[in-house]
């Protein structure tokens, strides 16, 4: 059967029958049956979980070689319901000194599938000593085992295995001097190298070393190996990537490595060669080695050219990280030229790579603009549209690049074969700056328009639709009009019309609309206002790239710091022009409630004289209001009691009302929760500050995707006059009101929509300055408005699987941060998610085993990070505490902030939350926090 | 950190073992198969032994007419895994006295028993290979033992029943 599987043909049968043959106590038989249902079945598989009980009289039992073969089908496919009922078991294996060294290797390795399968079988604080023993194993089979096991504990826990540290230390020292080898684990001379690479990794995870005589002896250990490399090819790779952690003392053994590399490098042996330049690239991560490398330059970009594609990437990779301001021009120029001759497949990620380094390193713009045309015009195909929307934003935001880049596009449309996106760049720059060039011979409008013409009719719709734009900016520039020009153009335009594409039609029609009325049209195509400096899409994408490989082991997490940090810095220069990575300000924490139904508590109370609840629900402004009568219904419920409770009526002798003060808020889709918070706020405001006036106002709120319509109705019998509203909106908000009018008549009601955009995280709320005259009572309100960052999370469901990596993925501060909060009377779990999924978090139930747990997930939408991952994890003690961590993984980089859960005490009269600590203030995972 | 598949291929793109230390389903399996054999038979022999594939790394090593392929995560050991790849085969050689297909397809069996021997949960176990070869030399022995037992007491019954 199992050849049948080997030749490819899917077998679902006998799988029962495989099973059986494991229970069956001859040794062929079980043999067999293990090794059937080892390579056939996945762990999920249904039919695993009827031989846990087999299998683990298996283990416990007395014979060898069964509890070897069982030992060996668990290590490979073992799944997390095994890791719970066996693990103690094949630890007690891997401990006792009665097994045989062959069993305890294999427990050993058992046991870290299991260990990744369910983190929790290992306990921490029990093992470091057990794994302090295991390591002074004599015999390396079982001493290669549980390197394993333990480079696995310790990537995940540092701290904790301290104490093995001058093992590991000592382990090597025995390797490296050949003390005590047995002659069969030699493997061509070299001391089992697999131990040594295995153990040098474990170092990696720790942090450098205290101790100086570890560390001395460390080093000579490190230094031996390293000259040892020169011939013997094996164990090279291990020092590259370790040293390069103790790089802070061994300045000169970095130096050493190196060499060593650019040895490897021009070697003829590809392997090496491939390795040398990986390494390189890695140690460029962390280390300080620039000025070393850049002596390999040469070399390195003779590799570009190597037949192997994998050598090539490699090659690029690595000039791609040691580029600098120094040295970028060379090597873009490099690139550039590579890239007409490489291959299809590597020309995407060149013409990107290039783009970004010409972005992030120009010396002067001009030269940026070169590079980019020259690499539309060569690489073509494969240069995204992000790379020419990046020009041409450059170009209009640099008045002195204007003209230099509109002479540019105008010598490569005088090439004949032009690529599409060469043409689309070069009409867009024309028509707009063509102007600055009118007095060089060859480039007056006639002779403009005639160029671009000829390529009208080759290329696609796309850009069918600029060059008509760039025509109509042509004859707009061309002042006295020229009535040939106009004519020709006219034709044009009166072609398009009817054409099939609807954006081409309706540009031809407008344009031709707009041309013929002569001089409005200067306004209409006026020159391009500048766009608003934002991060380049390039670089967001390199550190999209970044984060992708990020990866756990060690090296790499400080690296990606490094990275990050150098990419911030590099949004500085001038020439990327673009802003740094969005940071908030310090933030101002608004206090609300919290509780779902406390608001309409809260504001039954103050307005103790609800005569009715006005529950107009209306859609947003697109939506119209036909729907208004279901949606009442849907309303927030909490709404409705709060009409019967009219519990105490504190405000009443002041309000001395026949109008209502009447809020609602409208449910829709997306954003099925509401501004639940900040009703009570705004309630709180309007009571406050209205009593004794006759009037009824009601703000209806209708958030949607940063929409708010705000609703006056006037409820009284007479006008309110001047009305005025100004918004002021914090800095991380974008609102723009439209017209508000004067008056608002008697008995009539007002919209007006107000858009907002989200720019970055920040707590602040935005503040509606509200004010009018009715009769000769001026009313001034201020109001908040419910724009606040739960209104731009979308809920989204992460499964377990791609949970655990991302969250895993990210460790210690700034990534992700705890904090225990004690002393706080805790919040039932029910009730925590009910209140998340209200905030806009969705609650995955069940992702985490522990019930005490609490794990949700959301998107946060913002103009300056576009959409990011937010993963939130609560872990509860049953005892009094509740520890809420939150996470945030941001597409270009990952966040993760702890902040204390604020559980609030529910004390009946006032809901109102503890204003939450704040965490990092700069951190958006910190103003989620906030308003949680 | 770890070999997530291991497979062989022939020459001519025949499958000759598979053993998969990571979460693979049956669609995804076949996928990586075809996907790897097409870019690892493809490459001429002066070439380096690693291929990138789906962020992961492919170490993979010609023996004669068989490739050996084991998946590793990007940032591994590519030597490390390229040695094992040549103890693995010298392990077989030594067990079958001079291995060759043949060998791989009749006893394939064996190879996967081997390769147990050898890597456990995609973490080398034994770097040694006399333990190895002594190893599968006992098992090989109690199957035959309990193989004799089996027809001895088939010959007894053989004879009762006569």
């Keep these: ?932 | 950190m770890q070999i997530h598949f291991v497979i062989l291929i022939s020459k001519q793109g025949k499958l000759r073992l598979t053993k998969w230390y990571s979460q693979y389903s049956a669609k995804e399996r076949s996928r990586a198969i075809a996907e790897l054999s097409c870019a690892i038979l493809n490459r001429g022999p002066k070439l380096c032994n690693f291929v990138e594939w789906r962020g992961n790394k492919v170490v993979y090593r010609r023996y004669v007419s068989l490739y050996f392929c084991m998946c590793i995560d990007h940032d591994d050991n590519e030597l490390e895994i390229l040695e094992i790849i040549q103890h693995f085969v010298e392990i077989l050689d030594r067990y079958f006295c001079g291995v060759c297909e043949l060998d791989l397809i009749y006893n394939f069996h064996k190879a996967y028993y081997i390769l147990d021997e050898l890597v456990i949960a995609g973490e080398l176990q034994e770097s040694s290979k006399r333990v190895v070869t002594r190893l599968m030399d006992s098992l090989e022995l109690l199957v035959e033992e309990s193989k004799e037992k089996a027809n001895t007491i088939r010959n007894v019954i053989a004879q009762v029943t006569k």
């Design chain 1, 1 to 932: 059967m199992l050849y049948i599987y080997m030749l490819c043909y899917d077998v679902d049968f006998g799988h029962m029958e495989a099973i059986s043959l494991i229970s069956a106590p001859k040794y062929p038989e079980k043999q067999v049956g293990y090794i059937v249902t080892s390579s056939l079945l996945n762990e999920n598989h249904d039919f695993l979980r009827m031989v846990i009980n087999t299998v683990r009289n298996d283990i416990i039992g007395r014979n060898e070689t069964f509890q070897c073969l069982a030992l060996t089908r668990v290590g490979n496919i073992g799944g997390r319901e095994f890791a719970e009922s066996l693990a103690p078991d094949v630890q007690r294996l891997l401990i006792s000194s009665s097994c045989r060294p062959l069993v305890r290797k294999k427990a050993g390795l058992c046991l870290l599938r299991l260990y990744r399968k369910n983190v929790d079988v290992v306990n921490i604080d029990g093992w470091s000593d057990r794994m302090a023993q295991l390591l002074d194993e004599r015999d390396l089979g079982v001493l290669t085992s549980v390197m394993s096991l333990f480079i696995a504990l310790v990537s995940n826990n540092t701290e904790a295995y301290w104490n093995c540290l001058p093992k590991c230390v000592k382990i090597l020292e025995r390797l490296a001097r050949n003390q005590d080898v047995p002659q069969e684990y030699t493997y061509y001379g070299i001391p089992s190298p697999w131990l040594q690479v295995k153990t040098v990794r474990a170092l990696q995870y720790f942090p450098t070393i205290e101790d100086p005589n570890t560390r001395r002896s460390l080093f000579e250990v490190l230094q031996r190996i390293l000259m040892g490399t020169d011939v013997v090819k094996y164990v090279n790779k291990n020092n590259a990537s370790h040293a390069v952690m103790h790089l802070d003392p061994e300045k000169e053994m970095m130096s050493q490595c190196v060499a060593l590399l650019g040895k490897f490098i021009s070697v003829r042996e590809p392997n090496i060669r491939y390795l040398g330049l990986e390494n390189m690239t890695r140690m460029l991560l962390v280390a300080d080695v620039q000025d070393i490398i850049k002596r390999h330059q040469a070399q390195i970009i003779t590799s570009l050219k190597d037949p192997d594609i994998s050598i090539r990437r490699r090659a690029l990779d690595l000039l791609y990280a040691m580029c600098d301001i120094t040295n970028a021009k060379d090597i873009a120029e490099e690139l550039l030229q590579y890239l007409s001759t490489a291959d299809f497949a590597m020309r995407e990620e060149l013409a990107l790579k290039a783009a970004i380094l010409a972005e992030k390193f120009a010396p002067d713009l001009s030269w940026y603009v070169d590079v980019n045309l020259q690499l539309i015009d060569k690489a073509g195909d494969f240069v995204s549209d992000d790379i020419w929307y990046r020009v041409v934003q450059f170009v209009t935001n640099n008045e002195d690049l204007q003209p230099y880049a509109a002479g540019k596009a105008r010598d490569y449309l005088d090439k004949l074969a032009l690529h599409e996106t060469m043409v689309k760049v070069s009409a867009y720059i024309l028509g707009e700056y063509s102007h600055l060039l009118a007095r060089r011979p060859g480039c007056s409008p006639k002779e403009i328009f005639a160029i671009i013409n000829d390529k009208l009719s080759t290329v696609s719709p796309p850009t069918i639709a600029i060059l008509l734009s760039t025509y109509a900016e042509i004859l707009m520039h061309t002042q006295p009009p020229d009535p040939e020009l106009q004519e020709q153009v006219w034709a044009i335009f009166r072609k398009y019309e009817s054409y099939i594409d609807v954006e081409i039609q309706q540009r031809a029609v407008e344009y031709f609309a707009l041309s013929r009325k002569g001089a409005a049209l200067v306004d209409i195509s006026a020159e391009m206002p500048k766009f608003p400096e934002r991060q380049s899409a390039l670089l967001k994408k390199a550190e999209d790239t970044e984060v992708d490989s990020a990866e756990q082991s060690a090296i790499k997490l400080g690296s990606q710091q490094q990275m990050s940090n150098a990419l911030v810095v590099t949004d500085q220069h001038p020439p990327s022009a673009s802003v740094p990575v969005s940071q908030p300000g310090p933030v101002k924490v608004p206090s609300q409630n919290l509780e779902g139904s406390s608001p309409d508590q809260g504001m039954a109370k103050v307005n103790g004289t609800v005569d009715k609840i006005d529950t107009q629900p209306v859609p947003s402004a697109d939506l119209l209001g036909d729907l208004l009568g279901p949606l009442a219904i849907e309303g927030p419920p909490g709404t409705t009691p709060s009409e019967e409770q009219n519990p105490i009526s504190g405000y009443e002798a002041s309000s001395n009302s026949t109008d209502a003060l009447a809020l609602s808020t409208i449910t829709e889709e997306s954003d099925s929760v509401q501004p639940i918070g900040n009703v009570a706020d705004r309630f709180h405001a309007l009571c406050l500050k209205d009593s004794g006036v006759p009037y009824e106002e009601d703000p209806y709120i209708q958030s949607h995707h940063g929409r708010l319509v705000l609703f006056m109705g006037n409820k009284n019998t007479s006008p309110f006059v001047s009305v005025r509203a100004l918004i002021l909106p914090p800095a991380h908000l974008k609102m723009e009101l439209s017209m508000v009018p004067e008056t608002i008549p008697p008995r009539a009601q007002v919209q007006w929509p107000l858009e907002v955009v989200n720019l970055r995280a920040s707590r602040d709320v935005a503040v509606l300055d509200f004010s009018y005259k009715f009769g000769t009572i001026a009313v001034n309100i201020k109001l908040r408005l419910p724009a606040v960052l739960n209104k731009f999370l979308q809920p989204i469901s992460v499964s377990a699987e791609e949970f655990f990596p991302q969250w895993k993925s990210l460790s210690g501060p700034p990534l992700k941060l705890q904090e225990v909060v004690r002393g706080v009377k805790p919040m039932p779990i029910p009730e925590l998610a009910n209140l998340f999924t209200n905030l806009q978090l969705a609650v995955t139930p069940g992702l985490d085993t522990n019930p005490n747990n609490l794990v949700a997930s959301t998107t946060f939408f913002s103009d300056s990070t576009k959409a990011m991952l937010c993963l939130i994890r609560i872990e509860t003690d049953p005892s009094d505490r509740t520890q809420l961590r939150l996470k945030e993984l941001i597409k270009e980089y990952m966040i993760s902030v702890p902040t204390a859960s604020p559980v609030p005490t529910p004390s009946p009269a006032q809901l109102q939350r503890q204003p939450p600590p704040v965490g990092d203030p700069n951190d958006p995972g910190a103003m989620l926090a906030g308003l949680l």
